[in-house]
């Protein structure tokens, strides 16, 4: 795959930005979870917050949070399937930029 530059590199991070609202908004929706799953993404949730409000150029902050969806992506699969296909498009944003 070829190097991004610059301006599609901030361009695709907008685009990450946007998809990561879209996430948060339907994790701060969601209910019929029990208190396990609720925690997490709850705290699945904090993170992307963060992440929103930081908008640095630290992967490591990125890093963290494909950890956490992966991990919610496979428990909660079945049971959120609208919300599982929202984290893939994140994973698969996160995964372009190269972080």
């Known amino acids: 795959m070829a ?3 610059d301006a599609e590199t901030n361009m695709n991070k907008e685009n990450l930005h946007q998809e990561l ?3 948060h908004a339907e994790l701060e929706q969601l209910d019929s979870l029990d208190d ?4 997490k993404l709850s705290l699945l949730a904090q ?3 963060r ?3 930081y908008r640095g150029t630290d992967e490591r902050h ?3 949070l494909v950890e956490r969806v992966r991990d919610v992506v496979t428990e909660l699969e079945a049971s ?3 919300t599982t296909l929202l984290m893939r498009q994140v994973l698969d944003q ?3 930029l190269g972080i």
């Not at 396990?36 to 925690?39: A, C, H, L």
């Open 3 to 5: 190097k991004l530059n």
């Open 21 to 23: 609202e879209r996430l």
């Open 36 to 39: 396990s799953d609720s925690e």
């Open 47 to 49: 993170d992307i917050r």
């Open 51 to 53: 992440i929103l409000d």
């Open 62 to 64: 990125y890093q963290s």
């Open 80 to 82: 959120h399937p609208k």
């Open 94 to 96: 996160i995964a372009y």
